[in-house]
């Protein structure tokens, strides 16, 4: 059985954070503002994951109320999403994601992202795909406020 997950994010751009998208530092002068690393790539890949498989969301697993995810990198939530849906008995078929960012320019970091991101998830990077798009300066994006990210995920039951 096949099912289909969507998942969303978005945090604030910030002085003084590093700036960490699909597991991949990206040198900006802004980064993003969370409780964990604040990447809002991953975020949306453990929320389409999650909710695929019917496992809520990613707050729900991992709280910005507890110490134990302050700063944490969030390829290991994503790691943690895997082993999830692995114990529930599902696999990945793949990630379709979309960055929405005016700034920094994305598209040459986006195979490190694949890259990242497939190592984690354990499938193969053409299994992941990664666009990126400005919102022609319109919105919280346009004005460069914050970035966000949609993902959708196919994962099918290997029971």
Known sequence: M???????????????????????????????????????????????????AGLRDIGYHFPDTSDEYKDIRSTILLERTVALLHEKGYRIGNIDATICAEQPKLNPHIPAMQSVLAGVMGIPKGDVSIKATTTERLGFTGRQEGISAYVVCLIENVN
């Not at 910030?14 to 700036?19: Q, T």
Request: hydrophobic fraction near 50%; charge should be negative; charged fraction near 20%.
């Open 2 to 52: 096949f099912r289909v997950g969507f998942g969303y994010d978005v945090h604030r751009l910030v002085e003084g954070r590093e700036l960490w998208l699909g597991g991949v530092r990206i040198d900006y002068v802004l980064g993003l503002l969370g409780h964990s690393d604040a990447d809002v790539l991953i975020h949306a890949i453990c929320d389409a994951l999650l909710g695929a």
